[in-house]
T-cell receptor, first 109, second 114 residues
Framework: GIQVEQSPPDLILQEGANSTLRCNFSDSVNNLQWFHQNPWGQLINLFY???GTKQNGRLSATTVATERYSLLYISSSQTTDSGVYFCAVDPYNTDKLIFGTGTRLQVFP | DTEVTQTPKHLVMGMTNKKSLKCEQHMGHRAMYWYKQKAKKPPELMFV???????INESVPSRFSPECPNSSLLNLHLHALQPEDSALYLC?????????????FGAGTRLSVL
């Protein structure tokens, strides 16, 4: 089956720093979503981005489907950005969303 | 409104108990999902309901029994669980029965099996 790997696995930042999270996938996909899971377990949709670039405030994402990767940029990080970031893909010929391995982000004041 | 509501938020049960998890959405979505998430791991798909019919069962043990009474409601009935079933159980919904639609998640039920 498809493999979805995220890097880095852990990231520690001071408030105000910028970061880039990466999602690599091993096969072609219909779509890709980025989620933020807060410390209480809630999964929050960040982006639905099968290809191209999108921006939402301090966050932006880029997916290069032909090269099978996606990037999530966080600028001017805040303590509320802490949590785990997952990418999730929908491989062709399935109805499933396959989650990546996750990046655990901790932002300190 | 993109809200998926799960109850209860926390549940502790013994191995001989029967309990149910509930998930509700009022967005008119026609697909609903159950995921299981162990600590420090990504969510794993358990079941998919599309137009109130079970479309995917990821070889989940029969001690987990899903039910979709109507298009807004999804239940997960639990019976004779094992301690290793302790996890966060997440419900999600999407507009149609294809994963290419955006999935919206509830806050989850933290289950502890003693």
């Amino acid at each position: 089956g498809i493999q979805v790997e995220q890097s880095p696995p852990d990231l520690i930042l001071q408030e105000g720093a910028n970061s880039t999270l990466r999602c690599n996938f091993s096969d072609s996909v219909n779509n890709l979503q980025w989620f933020h899971q807060n410390p209480w377990g809630q999964l929050i949709n960040l982006f639905y981005i099968p290809s191209g670039t999108k921006q939402n405030g301090r966050l932006s994402a880029t997916t290069v489907a032909t090269e099978r990767y996606s990037l999530l940029y966080i600028s001017s990080s805040q303590t509320t950005d802490s949590g785990v970031y997952f990418c999730a893909v929908d491989p062709y010929n399935t109805d499933k969303l396959i989650f990546g391995t996750g990046t655990r982000l901790q932002v300190f004041p | 409104d993109t809200e998926v509501t799960q109850t209860p938020k926390h549940l502790v049960m013994g191995m001989t108990n029967k309990k149910s998890l509930k998930c509700e959405q009022h967005m008119g979505h026609r697909a609903m999902y159950w995921y299981k998430q162990k600590a420090k791991k990504p969510p794993e798909l358990m079941f998919v309901y599309s137009y109130e019919k079970l479309s995917i069962n990821e070889s989940v043990p029969s001690r987990f029994s899903p039910e979709c009474p109507n298009s807004s409601l999804l239940n997960l009935h639990l019976h004779a669980l094992q301690p290793e079933d302790s996890a966060l159980y997440l419900c999600a919904s999407s507009p149609e029965g294809r994963a290419k639609n955006i999935q919206y998640f509830g806050a989850g039920t933290r289950l502890s099996v003693l």
